[in-house]
């Protein structure tokens, strides 16, 4: 696959965003995956603007829920999402971002948010925290 | 990772379960992925009763928003998704099923649901039609 080679001209673009089935509250569903290793790293959402953007710089732009805000993921940290590929689904409800992670995605400072597991005991931590948290941000939460 | 090795205990899956941050809506994303080749086969959505027929009987179980009805995956088309791990991100609020897929997971009768791309022109198919649709379904889809 040959993924985002050269910038998506703005036809492409509105083309793309047109086909996406944004819910009634103007989001989509995002699944991240490190490109190479298969690795999910995140589900976030975004709205019209935020894939418009994602697709027109080649980063990983999202719509914060709990802030209600634009979130251009790393711009606190510095852990950005260089985008490889976008693929739709069959509904076109869904999107799976395929990214080249800097860093690590999660705001605890494990590569991964999906960081425990279904075990015969309970809930278990099944990755490690790769960096600080507190050196990933000031004050902000990415 | 161990995985599901052993079926759960009743208190590890209503630990696993009261863990999980469902929507208002009662429901939860779920990403399932193969595996072993790390691909993303389809995102759906669970209620408490769809998580825990998953964790109990190892195959998985959906809650099927368009249908309003318990969705067990595969019934009508024979292509199951067994259980091999699950995964709860750092807000418990999105879940990742590792699973084995039979089969394809899409109703299109492709492997993935996410058979489109973005792409230069706009969007493209990049995945073949591995089984006839006609002769996954009789009548439903599943």
Known sequence: MSGF???????????IVAAVAFGHDG???????QHDSGEILMLA???RTA????????????WS??????????ETSGQTQR???LLIDCDADSLVLKVDQ??????????????RAARAH?????APVLVDPDTLYARTKD
């Open 51 to 62: 894939l418009r953007a994602t697709l027109a710089e080649g980063i990983a732009v999202y």
């Open 83 to 85: 985008l490889i590929d």
């Open 122 to 126: 309970g809930i278990a931590t099944v």
């Open 5 to 15: 080679t050269a910038p998506l001209s703005a036809a492409a673009i509105e083309e």
């Open 102 to 115: 800097t860093g690590v995605a999660c705001h605890t400072g494990r590569r991964s948010c999906f960081f």
């Open 45 to 47: 959402w975004m709205n």
């Open 27 to 33: 989001l989509v569903p995002v699944v991240t995956q």
């Open 65 to 74: 829920r709990s802030r209600m805000a634009l979130w251009r993921k790393g």
